[in-house]
């Protein structure tokens, strides 16, 4: 058990590890908050991995066909990102699903006897609708980011008036994200409630966003999916030191401006949230 020198040459492994070390750095991950799923191709985990050799055997609460034989590396249930880099074959795992989406197997990690994260559902499930569609599609991340939490306390939570105002928080917002985000109602965590909620909104957009508790981002790479959380995060700070100041706010980007953005970048804003 522990790190050896191994893991630190499986690229996609290495580049978890510098995700949640990032993540935990920006302050988006204290204790065990937050998870991280990459779908990672089988050629490439056959060049580092013995995948004969099935250390254990998990079932699954809810049936993921559509996975069938996919790689994961998946951060571990009630393992802490601050440790990842200390010790990726107990905080990581890398697992298979198997045939009949029924149940998977660790190929890889969880070194002490760990397994996913709780939060497994809500990946899989998103990843299903993500690759539907885009084929490049392959990360699934989640985590507490902090003003965004913060956001749900005092903003209205209608997707719509969610999305227009972070796109007026931030210039570059609207062609981050032109999909806008969802946002669920409050779920208990860990269910395969949550997770199909999730999935739902994944089909529309690759950010959604659990009031009181953080945000799930979706991408074809971890640099990508994490630029689009920090682009929200970014944004929501702005709001919360903007929508505290005394005199409340004076001028935003208005829904003219937003659109002559759109057109620039070439990106589509989501329907319904600008009125011209
Ligand atoms: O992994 O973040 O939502 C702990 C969580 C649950
Ligand atoms: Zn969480």
Redo the contacts with the bound molecule.
Sequence with gaps: MGTTNIEYNIPFVQEVMEATRNMWEMGWDER????ISYLVDEAEVKKYIDVTKVKRTLPLEFPVKELAGKYFVVTG?GKYFKNVTLAPDVNLGIIRVAADGMSFDIVWGYADGGRP???LAAHFMSHIERLKKDPQHRIIM?C?STNVIAMTFVHDLSEKAFTKTLWQMCTECLVVFPDGVGVLPWFV??TNEIGRATAEKMKDCRLVVWPQ??IFGAGTTMDETFGLIETVEKAAEVYMLVSSHREGIKQTITDQELTDLAKAFGVTPVAGVLKV
């Design positions: 065990n908050g937050g998870n249930t994260t709780s939060e989640h507490h965590p860990g508790h953080g």
